[in-house]
């Protein structure tokens, strides 16, 4: 079968499909939504369950039970809802990017900075503990940064995708899909409720460039300071947007050869080693050796396949998605405004013609992706230099961000389950690295936010 014949016939599945998976994710979303959020007391601080994150959990339980399976195709719908979602989701913080770019403009030099944190806290912290847990070359590709969507093209263009680097990138980004959104609300909660930092150090530590984390850790902070929303809002939208774009680069030409360096001095003491025990027993290479490599081998293509099984896409017509997403984006709004109104409704047009202008841009400058021409327009037109910009912005908040951050969490939980076998393939080693990987990028980050906004203030 050619391959144009198995896209067709995947995007008319995917269309024949689409309807159960939209009216789980709409029962299990609005469910959630009802059951609101919970506040729980560990002593030293307290923790803020939101109910994206309640979404993220029963979307996940859902997929992996046994009783009555999700099929994989229903998972792949799910995970191609979820790369729609984002653009929604990224279109309403637009909106609070305009009205809170004077705070922006006057924490430009502190924006800037706190990168920083996300660039060296994975490397010098969660580099470290992986090589001491013995990861292997894997370690290169897991550590480098907080591996989303980008990771994958850096360490394929440059170390192969059959490559164990690249092995490392797919362990930390099922991690991260998995449980970064729930452990990263946990941190910040406990953090924000400390009261030592500045809400805004805390929202730019919050922009580490997974959309999901970021609204889930923004969600946390706002819960310790609801009368700074709006601003905790537009600076962690535009640190993750700086996290999104100045990352490629960041990654390809400073992250990526740092944690490979880093990585040969951490282990060149076992790299001698076991070149000396090769060039000093060559004989000793025998048939337990020979049929180890065959083992190891046949393990790594098992792997592959797995992942080429688990990682197919649907491509889903866009309107298809947006229709979806704007049915279950007006249940959850209405449930969180204890209410429908057709104000909610006139939000999701504003936000349905930004996303929808900014593909059509996309698509015709090729070189500039949807989300930068979203936050772009959207910052824009929200912005106190444009006429129209108050009521927009009045219609907008109608709207409440966390409703759509419950549906994509509720559909990334859906399409998770095909992923469960990759992270058990490639073992536990992953969970403490990936924790320790998210908790020094948050912190770090934070901490030079904190200090460079005292600088410039």
Same mark, same amino acid.
């Given at each position: ?12 599945? #995917?269309?024949?499909?689409? @309807?159960? =998976? !939209?009216? /789980? $994710? *709409?029962? &299990? ?53 979820? #790369?729609?979602?984002?653009? @929604?989701? =990224? !279109?309403? /913080? $637009? *909106?609070? &990017? ?360």
């Amino acid at each position: 079968m050619s391959t144009s014949t198995k896209t067709t016939r995947i995007d008319k599945a #995917g269309a024949r499909l689409t @309807l159960p =998976v !939209a009216a /789980l $994710a *709409f029962v &299990i979303a609005l469910a959630v939504q009802f059951i609101g959020q919970a506040k729980i007391d560990i002593g030293i601080g307290a923790i803020v369950i939101f109910p994206m994150v309640w979404g993220l959990i029963l979307g996940l339980l859902v997929s992996i039970q046994k009783f009555k399976p999700l099929g994989l195709d229903l998972q792949r719908i799910a995970a191609a809802l979820v #790369g729609v979602a984002v653009l @929604l989701l =990224v !279109a309403r /913080l $637009a *909106f609070n &990017i305009g009205p809170s770019l004077p705070s922006l403009i006057k924490a430009g030099p502190a924006l800037l900075l706190q990168e920083v944190g996300h660039l060296l806290g994975t490397i010098m912290l969660a580099l470290p503990l992986a090589v001491l847990l013995r990861m292997g070359k894997a370690t290169v590709g897991a550590t480098f940064s907080l591996d989303r969507e980008p990771s994958f093209a850096m360490v394929s263009e440059k170390y192969g995708p059959d490559s164990d680097q690249y092995r490392g990138v797919l362990a930390m980004y099922v991690f991260g899909t998995l449980f970064g959104a729930v452990y990263i609300t946990l941190l910040t909660s406990l953090v924000a409720n400390w009261k030592i930092f500045d809400p805004l150090a805390l929202a730019m530590g919050a922009g580490v460039g997974s959309g999901s984390m970021m609204a889930a850790s923004s969600a946390s902070i706002i819960a310790a300071y609801p009368a700074d929303q709006e601003a905790i809002l537009g600076m962690a939208a535009v640190s993750n947007l700086i996290t999104t774009i100045l990352g490629v680069y960041v990654g390809i030409y400073i992250a990526l050869p740092l944690a490979d360096r880093f990585y040969k001095l951490l282990t060149r003491r076992q790299t001698r080693e076991a070149a000396a025990v090769t060039a000093g027993a060559p004989a000793e290479r025998g048939l337990a050796d020979i049929e180890r490599e065959e083992v190891q081998a046949e393990e790594n293509r098992r792997f592959r396949e797995r992942v080429a099984e688990s990682s197919a896409a649907i491509k889903l017509p866009l309107w298809l998605s947006l229709s979806v997403l704007t049915v279950l984006g007006i249940g959850t709004a209405s449930v969180a405004a204890k209410g429908f109104s057709l104000t909610i409704v006139a939000g999701y047009g504003i936000m349905l013609a930004l996303v929808l202008v900014s593909v059509a841009l996309a698509k015709v400058t090729k070189k500039i992706s949807a989300i930068v021409y979203i936050t772009t327009i959207g910052a824009y037109i929200s912005s106190p230099w444009f006429f129209g910009a108050e009521s927009l912005t009045t219609v907008i908040k109608t709207v409440d961000f966390l409703s759509i951050a419950t549906v994509m969490l509720t559909l990334a939980g859906l399409s998770l389950g095909k992923d469960i076998p990759l992270l058990k393939n490639i073992g536990w080693k992953i969970i403490p690295v990936g924790l320790v990987a998210i908790t020094a990028s948050f912190l770090l980050s934070t901490v030079i936010a904190e200090f460079a906004l005292g600088l410039w203030h």
